[in-house]
């Protein structure tokens, strides 16, 4: 492994690994650090809206093909964290959490977004079955069934309409608090027979089959769910921002069309960018990014990777 490359790429989810194999393709040295098992993808048990596979393929099996096609071309990857991300003159210096340190002429950083766990009893054994954070990519498998949607604020009452498109029985629940929906959210809400329950979820009471069966609440009633979406937002690429004054867009890092973020030598994609959480969304992000920084380090206004 070098100590010098032409570009590191925070993250190796579907945007970071994407870059990498557009750098790599055009003999540019480029390094991806991140712990790919930790992204977002590689949670997704069953992914059916990746473009390229007729039948449905897990998240985990998206990443494995993405990074070996990356190193087929030539792009490094580090299975670690980065913990520092400094700019001095030109260059960047980057530090990992085993204390290895990188310098590079670029960056693109691709952490993606990590959902806000709720901390419910068997919340984490139940991701992927019955527990799920996103109706765009698991609203599918609960088709007709009895949902729950866990949260108070527009994120949930969004995600409770994008239910609408699979169930018609869906209930709010908002952990005791009053909800705090746009007049128009709570209208469309009301209007569609969402319900809305303000009783506080301890556990996710996992049946034989090892899926959810059970909400059971702070006073010890319980009631049975096929499905439970945690809607309480996401934590953000917050700390790079900060670290190297990148602006912000709402909690997003605000790039241009070209995802070029206000810093010089530093680009951004997929998830951070506040783009649509989709694996195939992140994957054109990255493109867009790399393409730019190949145009930046060669100094030219063309790429033709096909010639
Ligand atoms: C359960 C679930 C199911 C989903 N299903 C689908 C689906 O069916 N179809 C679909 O298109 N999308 C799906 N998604 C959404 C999709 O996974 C994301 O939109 C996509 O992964 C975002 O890609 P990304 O590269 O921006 O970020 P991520 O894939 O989240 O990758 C970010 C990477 O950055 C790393 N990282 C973060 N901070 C650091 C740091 N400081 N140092 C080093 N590395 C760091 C993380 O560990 C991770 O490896 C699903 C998401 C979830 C959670």
Redesign the pocket.
């Given at each position: 492994m070098k100590k010098e490359y032409d570009c590191v790429i925070?993250?190796?989810?579907?945007?970071?690994?994407t870059a990498s194999i557009y750098l790599a393709r055009t003999q540019l040295s480029c390094l991806v650090?991140?712990?790919?098992k930790?992204?977002?993808?590689?949670?997704?048990?069953?992914?059916?809206?990746?473009p390229g596979f007729s039948n449905d393929v897990s998240?985990a099996f998206l990443i494995d093909e993405m990074i070996k096609q990356a190193k087929r071309f030539g792009a490094e990857f580090l299975e670690?964290?980065?913990?520092a991300v400094d700019k001095k003159g030109d260059n960047f210096f980057i530090s990992t959490d085993t204390k290895k340190e990188f310098k590079s002429k670029t960056l693109i950083l691709?952490?993606?977004?990590?959902?806000k766990m709720s901390n419910i009893k068997n919340e984490k054994e139940l991701?992927?079955k019955g527990v799920?954070?996103?109706v765009?990519?698991?609203g599918f498998f609960f088709k007709n069934k009895k949902v729950a949607l866990l949260g108070s604020k527009n994120l949930a009452a969004g995600e409770a309409l994008e239910l609408l498109t699979y169930t018609k029985d869906i209930t709010i629940f908002t952990n005791g608090r009053n909800p705090e929906f746009s007049e128009v959210l709570m209208k469309e809400i009301q209007k569609n027979g969402i319900k809305i329950k303000k009783e506080k979820v301890v556990e996710f009471k996992m049946g034989d089959g090892g899926f959810l069966e059970y909400l059971v609440f702070e006073n010890g009633d319980r009631e049975k769910f096929d499905g439970a979406f945690i809607a309480l937002g996401t934590t953000s690429?917050l700390?790079?921002a900060t670290r190297l004054g990148l602006e912000l867009s709402d909690t997003n890092l605000k790039v241009d069309k070209n995802c070029k973020t206000n810093l010089d030598g530093v680009w951004a994609?997929?998830?951070?960018i506040g783009s649509n959480?989709?694996?195939?969304?992140?994957a054109g992000?990255?493109c867009s990014a790399a393409i730019s920084v190949i145009k930046y380090i060669k100094g030219k206004n063309v790429y033709l990777d096909y010639e």
């Open positions: 925070v993250g190796a989810g579907p945007a970071g690994i650090i991140g712990k790919w930790l992204g977002n993808l590689y949670k997704a048990h069953i992914v059916g809206n990746y998240g670690e964290e980065i913990i691709c952490p993606g977004r990590a959902y991701i992927g799920s954070y996103c765009t990519c698991d690429a700390n790079f994609a997929g998830d951070c959480a989709q694996a195939v969304v992140s992000d990255g």
